[in-house]
């Protein structure tokens, strides 16, 4: 499966914005729906969003629908996760995972994981 490398994280302010990428290092990044997760320190990881992988579909869950944004560039071989309005409950290591493009949307299963990249937000 593809390796997928998330990046953008740091440290931030409750308010200000950061975009987290999700890259790839083959073509085959187009086969795949990709997913965002999260897992706060001392708790499961939950689901975020995911994007097909025209790009063109979208799915979020109500925490973070109207301040979160999936994008992608498939010539690039990139997924983006513009996070806006961000709050200390957004605090997390952020994976994006992909399963491939004919499953169900949004996929309940994913096959390949990034290694996660760290958002703080202080307050």
């Known amino acids: 499966h593809v390796k997928l490398v998330e990046s953008g994280g740091g440290v931030v302010q409750a308010g200000d914005s950061l975009r987290l990428s999700c890259s790839a290092s083959?073509?085959?990044?187009?086969?795949?729906?990709i997913g965002w997760f999260r897992q706060a320190p001392g708790k499961e990881r939950v689901f975020v969003a995911a994007?097909?992988?025209?790009?063109?579909?979208?799915y979020y869950e109500d925490f973070v629908k109207g301040r979160f944004t999936l994008s992608r560039d498939n010539i690039k071989n990139t997924v983006y996760l513009e996070m806006n309005s961000l709050n200390p409950d957004d605090t997390a290591t952020y994976f994006c995972a992909g399963e491939p493009a004919d499953s169900p949307f949004p996929p309940s299963t994913y096959v390949t994981w990034g290694q996660g990249t760290q958002v703080t937000v202080s307050s």
């Open positions: 994007i097909n992988w025209t790009g063109r579909k979208t």
């Open positions: 083959t073509r085959a990044f187009t086969d795949y729906i």
